[in-house]
């Protein structure tokens, strides 16, 4: 539990210190402000008169417990039914008079008040848009697999293909309004997909982008790898997507995965993997 003149007397003058016993976690000064930094995400920013959070995107169980650590007294940071709220009571006792407030990145507590707090209908909404995150992931891949795509080129998604080439990123509304566009429009952009395997750590050398960059070069693969793309790459891309608009990760579903590769199976020809392909991005992305 912390406030500004508690970090900055633990700073002494200094501009960042590491948090003792809290792996990746540092106290930094930010201009005037002092935040809380957990690997490269500001989770907590105070201010002279409150402070303001945010996941990063990464509403992981120790994001949520370095949150907790440093807020202030009597305000705590809880999740319930995949989603996280804001409360100045105890959220492990029913209490009538208990207000929680549902969490979005930029809540901010400001002399006691909550300000910027998730909507009312928000909850519901968010439910009903990683659904269809988690359907259009697997859509994706699924035309992934059926050979529905080619290899990003000149004529792919120009915005996904310069995120991809590491360009000035563009403010967090613009990149959701992009993704919203894909999302309603069912645009399955292979750019994107070789960018949600970038961020997940599955690099060129990777087994698995080996097997896309074969499927999107009609090379074809072997039959009993197609679950992986069911699998891996589909918890790459839906977590891509979850994390710019804010939600928590999904993790691997095995069943799910087995259930799907039903649809397809037979679809695809036995084939050695390209190796040399996979590392070959001279087609234009």
Same mark, same amino acid.
């Given at each position: 539990?912390?406030?500004?003149?508690?970090?900055?007397?633990?700073?002494?003058?200094?501009?960042?210190?590491?948090?003792?016993?809290?792996?990746?976690?540092?106290?930094?000064?930010?201009?005037?402000?002092?935040?809380?930094?957990?690997?490269?995400?500001?989770?907590?920013?105070?201010?002279?008169?409150?402070?303001?959070?945010?996941?990063?995107?990464?509403?992981?169980?120790?994001?949520?417990?370095?949150?907790?650590?440093?807020?202030?007294?009597?305000?705590?940071?809880?999740?319930?039914?995949?989603?996280?709220?804001?409360?100045?009571?105890?959220?492990?006792?029913?209490?009538?008079?208990?207000?929680?407030?549902?969490?979005?990145?930029?809540? +901010?507590?400001?002399?006691?008040?909550? %300000? &910027? /707090?998730? !909507?009312?209908?928000?909850?519901?909404?968010?439910?009903? *848009?990683?659904?269809?995150?988690?359907?259009?992931?697997?859509?994706?891949?699924?035309?992934?697999?059926?050979?529905?795509?080619?290899?990003?080129?000149?004529?792919?998604?120009?915005?996904?293909?310069?995120?991809?080439?590491?360009?000035?990123?563009?403010?967090?509304?613009?990149?959701?309004?992009?993704?919203?566009?894909?999302?309603?429009?069912? +645009?399955?952009?292979?750019?994107?997909? %070789? &960018? /949600?395997? !970038?961020?997940?750590?599955?690099?060129?050398?990777?087994? *698995?982008?080996?097997?896309?960059?074969?499927?999107?070069?009609?090379?074809?693969?072997?039959?009993?790898?197609?679950?992986?793309?069911?699998?891996?790459?589909?918890?790459?891309?839906?977590?891509?997507?979850?994390?710019?608009?804010?939600?928590?990760?999904?993790?691997?579903?095995?069943?799910?995965?087995?259930?799907?590769?039903?649809?397809?199976?037979?679809?695809?020809?036995?084939?050695?993997?390209?190796?040399? !392909?996979?590392?070959?991005?001279?087609?234009?992305?």
């Amino acid at each position: 539990m912390s406030t500004y003149s508690e970090m900055d007397a633990k700073l002494k003058g200094r501009e960042s210190k590491q948090v003792r016993g809290q792996r990746a976690t540092s106290i930094v000064r930010v201009g005037e402000n002092i935040a809380v930094r957990y690997h490269d995400t500001k989770v907590i920013t105070f201010t002279r008169d409150g402070c303001i959070l945010n996941s990063g995107g990464f509403r992981t169980y120790t994001t949520k417990a370095r949150i907790n650590e440093h807020l202030p007294a009597p305000w705590v940071l809880f999740s319930s039914k995949g989603e996280w709220y804001l409360t100045d009571r105890s959220p492990y006792r029913r209490n009538p008079e208990r207000e929680d407030h549902l969490f979005k990145d930029g809540i +901010e507590l400001r002399n006691g008040r909550v %300000l &910027n /707090a998730g !909507g009312p209908l928000t909850a519901k909404f968010r439910r009903g *848009l990683v659904a269809d995150i988690d359907a259009f992931s697997e859509e994706f891949c699924l035309a992934l697999l059926q050979g529905r795509l080619a290899a990003p080129g000149p004529e792919d998604c120009q915005y996904c293909r310069t995120r991809g080439a590491n360009a000035d990123p563009t403010s967090i509304e613009d990149e959701k309004n992009h993704l919203r566009g894909h999302l309603e429009s069912r +645009e399955f952009v292979p750019a994107l997909l %070789l &960018n /949600a395997l !970038g961020e997940a750590g599955w690099t060129r050398e990777k087994y *698995l982008y080996s097997i896309v960059w074969n499927l999107l070069t009609g090379s074809g693969i072997y039959e009993r790898d197609a679950e992986y793309v069911m699998r891996d790459a589909t918890c790459a891309l839906s977590n891509y997507i979850r994390r710019r608009f804010g939600f928590p990760h999904r993790r691997r579903n095995f069943r799910k995965s087995r259930k799907s590769f039903a649809q397809f199976t037979g679809t695809l020809r036995e084939a050695p993997y390209d190796y040399a !392909g996979a590392n070959d991005l001279s087609g234009g992305f």
